[in-house]
């Protein structure tokens, strides 16, 4: 099945840790983007590329970092330097042609 | 980031009922997307619009893409209890070359059997 696989679905974070959360698409899609989700909230932007060794920040870019050196993947590594890193994290990517945005099941992180 | 304005924030409905919920930006897209998300899941996409006046189908969702291409409808008619979800609009600016994803904060459906 094409689609976005977003693993692990659950993540501990110990304090001081890094940790990497993964993004891997079968889509051909040149664009992905991570989100985060806290409760009861919208989604907020934290890195998007849009093709292959290319990454902008977005709107809550600190404590995080990513890299984009296949064009299916797109991992997003939350550092020690994120202080509040408990959420719902969203991968997605967008085809050009049909602009159609498909996400991720999600990793939910918590903090131990 | 901008976020869109979407309403209601959340309804209550009856089963058999039909729900309609809309997002409105100060901005003109190119594209309108309309999602379903469950709690702790990813949202699913549920209609693409691409066109000022389209009107699309999908089952007993509808949704519509404003004339003045700042604005969109979702439709869902006959309620069923597995509607109960948060639904979320999105609008899409073409070729800026930067962050061009806006999101509407979503409704909060409840389906009461």
């Known amino acids: 099945d094409g689609g976005i696989t977003q693993s692990p679905k659950y993540l501990f974070r110990k304090e001081g840790q890094n940790v990497t959360l993964s993004c891997e698409q079968n889509l051909n899609h040149d664009a992905m983007y991570w989100y985060r989700q806290d409760p009861g909230q919208g989604l907020r932007l934290i890195y998007y590329s849009q093709i292959v060794n290319d990454f902008q920040k977005g709107d809550i870019a600190e404590g995080y970092s990513v890299s984009r050196e296949k064009k299916e993947s797109f991992p997003l590594t939350v550092t020690s330097a994120q202080k509040n890193p408990t959420a719902f994290y969203l991968c997605?990517?967008?085809?050009?042609?049909?602009?159609?945005?498909?996400f991720g099941s999600g990793t939910q992180l918590s903090v131990l | 980031g901008q976020q869109l304005n979407q309403s209601p924030q959340s309804m209550f409905i009856q089963e058999g009922e039909d729900v309609s919920m809309n997002c409105t930006s100060s901005s003109i897209f190119n594209t309108w997307l309309w999602y379903k998300q469950e709690p702790g899941e990813g949202p699913v996409l549920l209609i693409a619009l691409y066109k000022a006046g389209e009107l699309t189908s999908n089952g007993r969702l509808t949704a519509q893409f404003g004339i003045t291409r700042k604005d969109s409808f979702l439709n869902i008619s006959a309620s069923i209890p597995s509607d109960v979800g948060i639904y979320f609009c999105?609008?899409?600016?073409?070729?800026?070359?930067?962050?061009?994803?806006?999101f509407g904060t979503g409704t909060r459906l409840t389906v009461i059997p």
């Open positions: 999105a609008g899409l600016l073409r070729g800026t070359g930067a962050n061009n994803l806006f």
């Open positions: 997605a990517s967008l085809g050009r042609l049909n602009e159609k945005l498909f």
